[in-house]
């Protein structure tokens, strides 16, 4: 007696052994946190498709829909093509769907560029050539830099200047006059 399709039980125990070690990724990926990645340089933050998170929905993905084609005597052919369609389609949800997330986070930290063009006011008079300092408001917080007139000229404390450039930790600042307060 002759079997129709005699290699669908080993390609099933193939398609579900696939998705087997994709939902074990998945499960431990989950109970483990971030701490699971192929490479931490290239997939920083957990959401790129080198994440294992990434790696274990296309191998539980392609392995469950590989499974259900042989189940309904589609060939291995087929099988795998509909698995890795799945695959690729689940891999892709999740690294789109874990950028979206990234996007949405923020960040309370204070860049060199956040600090340019901004109104401050001096809170040490800054002298002549010399060094004073300044405070202003940036996302949400107070910040206090070490200041230098980008003139050399004096500027007393409590007048307002604007900060202009960033020389390492000191700001470049030059005295707003009282039409641009």
């Known amino acids: 007696m002759r079997r129709a399709f005699p290699e669908k039980g080993a390609t099933m125990i193939v398609f579900l052994t696939l998705a087997g070690i994709g939902l074990f990724f998945l499960l431990i990926s989950a109970f483990s946190g971030h701490h699971m990645d192929f490479h931490s340089d290239i997939d920083h933050g957990g959401g790129g498709f080198l994440s294992i998170r990434a790696f274990a929905a296309f191998l539980t993905a392609f392995g469950t829909v590989g499974a259900i084609g042989r189940h309904y005597d589609l060939s291995t052919g087929w099988s795998s093509v509909w698995g890795l369609v799945s695959g690729v389609s689940l891999g892709g949800l999740y690294v789109v769907s874990m950028e979206l997330v990234k996007s949405q986070q923020a960040s309370s930290l204070i860049a060199e560029n956040d600090l340019i063009g901004l109104t401050a006011r001096v809170t040490v008079a800054i002298p002549a050539d010399g060094?004073?300092?300044?405070?202003?408001?940036?996302?949400?917080?107070?910040?206090?830099?070490?200041?230098?007139?980008?003139?050399?000229?004096a500027i007393a404390e409590g007048h307002m200047v604007r900060v202009i450039e960033l020389q390492g930790d000191v700001c470049l600042v030059e005295p707003l006059t009282q039409s641009q307060t």
């Open 131 to 153: 060094i004073g300092e300044v405070s202003c408001i940036v996302k949400a917080q107070t910040a206090r830099r070490m200041a230098h007139s980008k003139s050399g000229q």
